[in-house]
């Protein structure tokens, strides 16, 4: 059975910085594409940052364009572990964030292409 589990959400003023981490089991997490999304109340959820799967290539990355130069997403293997590292974080970012893993795509970037998700964690950013 899959498991995604993600910490290291908070509540964190305007400009900081936050870095969220997703551990994953019962998956080959090398093989695995994994994505950031996020959903603030009363919206729908978004795509926020995706990582490709790295076991035998090089590693790509995509990003929302309102996070592009702000979030940072990467991954390490040996952990089984995707990081999303949030800086200059502003208001609007205030959402619950979500890990998503998939093993059949290289690379991807639409909720409906993850088929398995973490429970979420809270970020709220005051201003």
């Known amino acids: 059975q899959v498991q995604l589990v993600e910490s290291g959400g908070g509540l964190v003023q305007a400009g900081d910085s936050l870095r969220l981490s997703c551990t994953g089991s019962?998956?080959?997490?090398?093989?695995?594409?994994m994505g950031w999304f996020r959903q603030a109340p009363g919206k729908e959820r978004e795509f926020v940052a995706a990582?490709?799967?790295?076991?035998?290539?090089?590693?790509?990355?995509r990003y929302l364009e309102s996070v592009k130069g702000r979030f940072v997403i990467s991954r390490d293997n040996a952990k089984n572990t995707v990081y999303l590292q949030m800086n200059s974080l502003k208001p609007e970012d205030t959402a619950v964030y979500y890990c998503?893993?998939?093993?059949?795509?290289?690379?991807?970037?639409?909720?409906?292409?993850?088929?398995?998700w973490g429970q979420g964690t809270q970020v709220t950013v005051s201003s």
């Open positions: 998503a893993a998939e093993s059949g795509k290289y690379i991807a970037t639409r909720a409906d292409e993850y088929d398995y």
């Open positions: 019962g998956l080959t997490f090398s093989n695995s594409a």
């Open positions: 990582i490709s799967w790295s076991a035998w290539s090089a590693v790509s990355t």
